[in-house]
């Protein structure tokens, strides 16, 4: 960005976008999953993502029957840190796997296990701005007691750890920062 105020001015609609799921599809420009915020009882909501709520995910491929055919993550946290004296911001959302909150289900209804984390970052050091994704103790989701769904997420995991995920987390990560234009 040019100036300060720019560089200002477009993170602020960087971070609208991180929060605004239900538009991340949109957002990716893209095919790319179908990412829904739900509340803790899996029913849809329209507004910005908040700590404790989930997102059910069509990844376009069949999912676990763990999560009724959708992987679901949670928002774990919401990290916002504003240093002005140093003229920088930064926002994380982070995601973790979970159980479907739609079943009685105790297995966690990702091709991921629930120790994998996944970190959207933005981040303004002046009048750069950049936006990162960063996946953390990604392992396959192989504790399912389900044979298919066990399967299934090994495939999964297997394609998205050998990067195959990443056209889809790149997609969506310029589409933070995309600046529109008339």
Not at 46 to 68: C, S, T
Not at 75 to 93: F, M, R, T, V
Not at 123 to 129: F, G, L, W
Request: charged share 30%; no cysteine.
């Amino acid at each position: 960005m040019k100036t300060m105020e720019d560089a200002e001015e477009m993170f602020v609609i960087a971070k609208e976008r991180l929060l605004n799921i239900n538009n991340w599809a949109k957002i990716a420009e893209v095919a790319s999953g179908k990412f829904t915020l739900t509340d803790k009882d899996g029913n849809a909501i329209n507004r910005h993502g908040h700590k404790g709520d989930y997102v059910k995910i069509n990844i376009g491929a069949p999912g676990p029957l763990a999560g009724e055919g959708r992987d679901w993550v949670y928002i774990e946290k919401i990290e916002y840190d504003d240093d002005p004296d140093a003229n920088h911001e930064l926002i994380n959302l982070q995601l973790r796997p979970t159980t479907a909150p739609t079943t009685k289900e105790s297995d966690v209804a990702h091709f991921f296990d629930d120790a994998a984390t996944s970190n959207l970052i933005i981040e303004r050091r002046n009048t750069k701005i950049k936006a990162y994704y960063k996946g953390r103790n990604e392992k396959p989701n192989i504790h399912a007691e389900n044979l298919i769904d066990k399967a299934r997420n090994l495939l999964v995991a297997s394609n998205a750890i050998l990067g195959l995920s990443d056209i889809q987390w790149n997609n969506l990560i310029k589409g933070f920062l995309k600046i529109e234009t008339d």
